[in-house]
């Protein structure tokens, strides 16, 4: 990203070529250094003298742009190796996104990349742009000169990287630096992000994402840099193939886009789903800092925007700014009597431009106000440019809040705005504008946001391995209630007091009537689905009708093979069933879950997940982020849960997976919150894994 001097192998005066294009752009930007064309034929290439190969210049390269036939690339990786360059951008196309061959041409290439300890951006990709006046390097055939900024976007995407860079001028928004990653045969958005994270004049960064090559790493690194700097990431590929085949509830509801979703917020990624909203976000950081709270006042010359804008701020999550007796005071002795100077503060259609000033310096002053929109529609003939370099001189003087402003007028508006400096993020809508304070405020949180880690608990790991071990020797790869409840005990989840019962009226007798008789197969997974779950049972008596009906039942349907008898638990009163569970995700590791449970779970769906393992925060975040939340804090005079040990369950869970990372679905389903005292009771459990009895030998050990 900054070379003193670079080639370009490939260069070309053929027009409408890449290696002529790059060319023009590293000539036409101002690029600092010196430029050697590397061409076989052209003694001269765009006024410069050209050379045959990189070994021909004599002269030390820093950075090596190739731009030919993917057949050749190879070669030219090693002549660079011998010039002793250590870093290429390869635009060629050709590789593993052609097929098999494609594939192995890659791999080639990696390998060698590694062996020479030589860094690439590419394969297929459009190239680094550095906006950095002491470079001025575009290395990239977008159409566009690059426009200065603040930005460190990274594009999987040539083409649509490619299309944004040429764009944004007319977004008000310019950037840093530029790197389209292609084939991510090196540098990905991990190398990016951990490139950036001191780059003092990348002050935000921007991401296209298809795939995430390494969540484990990438975690890492963005939990580092979002502490410091927003990531704003936009990730393609939502849709959820695959889940339908899974047996749990958890893993039914999961999906690739939920690992990647989750991981997201697990780092302080502030995740958008459409380009607009992408580059809406980008323009607010770029022109507003993160403020010190989430108190919203709105300024505005119309009563219906300031209300859909006041309803926007309430739906996000914030607050509307109290403003203080004195700031009242101070707005009534200038505006008019039929304005109103509560938030939000309504101007009336008559204000001057005058009084757009006067109040926005009035209410910035209150320090009860952490941001201000600022909302104008064309009345009486107040020009929409004059309000906004009103704003914006107004800003310059009041840099530590965030103001955006709402300018419901003609097109041209913006269009103007494109063609001069501007220090406040303009919007045609509140929505938009409120969309971003919120995407502030998210920002602060997240730095705010305690530091923690995965604590780690006093389990007993050696009964674990014993049921599994067990269980795998059964040529079974999932665990009866009665196993799936013993490892949950073991990792200290409290579950209802039970027992196999042998001898089911004795038991029931010890622990005490009412009590829930349950199915416990070797095959059976969803007991419900086979009447296998006998609630509310009274006496001996009953039991035994239960009992021998369930057993009648079960041989009707042919179902009595696995049959292991049932279990004996003591009935646990609530009407609060929570959901809470783990599935594994290829790629991004196990997942778990939390949220409203019983028989429903899969129809309201109202569950979250997040990534394993899990800290302190993450487990505080995933149980507030559900509607349910507001059944656990105690709805219509119930017992509060004891939110710590429903914490506490989710980050035994966690250790658990993380311990055996050979389980493929955890359920716990129904997790009652008592009645009693609050605390989560693990009533059912289901553990599914995928290893033979070896590969689990050999795991444990």
């Not at 997040?610 to 507030?624: G, Q, S, T, W, Y």
């Amino acid at each position: 990203m900054r070379p003193r001097n670079l080639a370009v192998v490939g260069a070309s005066n053929k027009e409408h070529t890449i290696g002529s294009d790059i060319m023009k752009r590293l000539l036409e930007y101002g690029y600092t250094g010196k430029i050697f064309p590397i061409n076989p034929k052209d003694s001269v290439i765009h006024t410069l003298p050209a050379y045959k190969t990189v070994l021909d210049v004599p002269e030390e390269i820093d950075m090596a742009v190739i731009v030919i036939n993917a057949k050749y690339v190879l070669s030219a990786i090693d002549q660079c190796h011998e010039k002793g360059i250590k870093g290429v951008v390869v635009i060629s196309a050709g590789f593993k996104e052609t097929g098999k061959e494609g594939a192995e041409l890659e791999a080639e290439l990696v390998r060698k990349l590694k062996e020479y300890d030589m860094t690439c951006v590419g394969p297929n990709c459009l190239g680094v742009v550095n906006t950095d006046p002491a470079y001025r390097l575009d290395a990239c055939f977008a159409e566009s000169l690059p426009v200065r900024g603040d930005i460190g976007f990274v594009s999987q995407s040539g083409a649509l990287g490619g299309g944004i860079l040429n764009i944004l001028k007319d977004l008000n928004l310019g950037f840093a630096q530029f790197i389209s990653i292609g084939n991510q045969a090196d540098v990905n958005s991990d190398s990016a992000i951990e490139y950036w994270e001191n780059i003092d004049d990348v002050k935000q960064i921007l991401l296209y994402m298809e795939s995430i090559a390494d969540p484990t790493r990438f975690r890492t690194l963005a939990t580092r840099t979002t502490k410091k700097k927003p990531i704003i990431a936009l990730k393609a590929g939502r849709s959820a193939a695959g889940a339908s085949a899974a047996s749990s509830h958890t893993g039914s509801l999961a999906g690739a886009d939920k690992a990647a979703d989750a991981l997201l917020k697990q780092s302080g990624v502030i995740r958008e789903f459409s380009l607009e909203d992408l580059f809406n976000t980008a323009k607010v950081f770029s022109h507003c800092p993160v403020p010190k709270g989430n108190r919203v006042a709105i300024v505005t010359n119309s009563g219906g925007p300031g209300i859909m804008a006041t309803d926007a701020v309430c739906e996000k999550g914030m607050q509307m700014a109290q403003l203080k007796d004195e700031t009242k005071a101070a707005l009534r002795a200038f505006l008019p009597a039929a304005a109103s100077v509560k938030n939000p503060v309504d101007m009336i259609a008559s204000a001057p431009l005058e009084h757009y000033k006067k109040t926005l310096e009035t209410v910035l002053a209150d320090d009860s106000v952490d941001m201000v929109v600022v909302i104008y529609l064309p009345f009486l003939g107040l020009k929409d440019i004059d309000v906004a370099n009103a704003v914006m001189e107004i800003k310059a003087q009041h840099p530590e809040k965030p103001i955006v402003g709402v300018f419901m007028t003609q097109n041209e508006f913006f269009s103007h705005l494109s063609d001069i400096e501007v220090n406040v993020p303009f919007f045609m809508f509140a929505e938009q504008a409120v969309d971003g304070l919120a995407r502030l405020n998210q920002q602060r949180l997240w730095i705010e946001r305690p530091n923690t880690t995965a604590p780690r608990f006093d389990v007993d790991t050696e009964l674990v391995e014993t049921i599994f071990k067990n269980v795998a020797a059964d040529n079974r790869n999932q665990l009866t209630t009665g196993e799936s409840l013993q490892v949950l005990s073991a990792y200290g989840i409290r579950v209802c007091r039970d027992g196999e019962a042998a001898a089911a009226v004795a038991l029931a007798d010890k622990i005490g009537y009412p009590v829930v008789m349950k199915l416990n197969s070797k095959k059976i997974s969803h007991k419900t689905d086979v009447g296998g779950v006998r609630v509310g049972i009274k006496d001996a008596t009953q039991l035994r009708a239960e009992f021998n009906d369930l057993v009648s039942k079960l041989t009707e349907k042919g179902l009595m093979d696995g049959f292991e008898g049932v279990i004996i638990q003591e009935m646990v009163k609530s009407d609060r069933e929570m959901v809470c569970g783990c599935a594994k995700d290829p790629q991004y590791g196990p997942m778990m879950m939390f949220g409203l449970g019983g028989v429903f779970v899969e129809v309201m769906k109202d569950v979250t997940f997040r990534l394993a393992p899990l800290n302190v925060e993450d487990a505080k975040d995933m149980i507030r982020s559900v509607k349910a939340y507001k059944l656990l804090e105690g709805a219509r005079g119930a017992v509060p849960a004891q939110m710590n040990k429903v914490e506490e369950t989710l980050l035994r869970l966690s250790q658990l997976v993380e311990d055996f990372g050979f389980i493929e679905e955890l359920d716990i389903n129904p997790l009652m919150i008592s009645d009693k005292d609050g605390e989560p009771i693990a009533v059912d459990g289901r553990i599914k894994f995928t290893l033979t009895e070896a590969l689990v030998a050999s795991a444990l050990t």
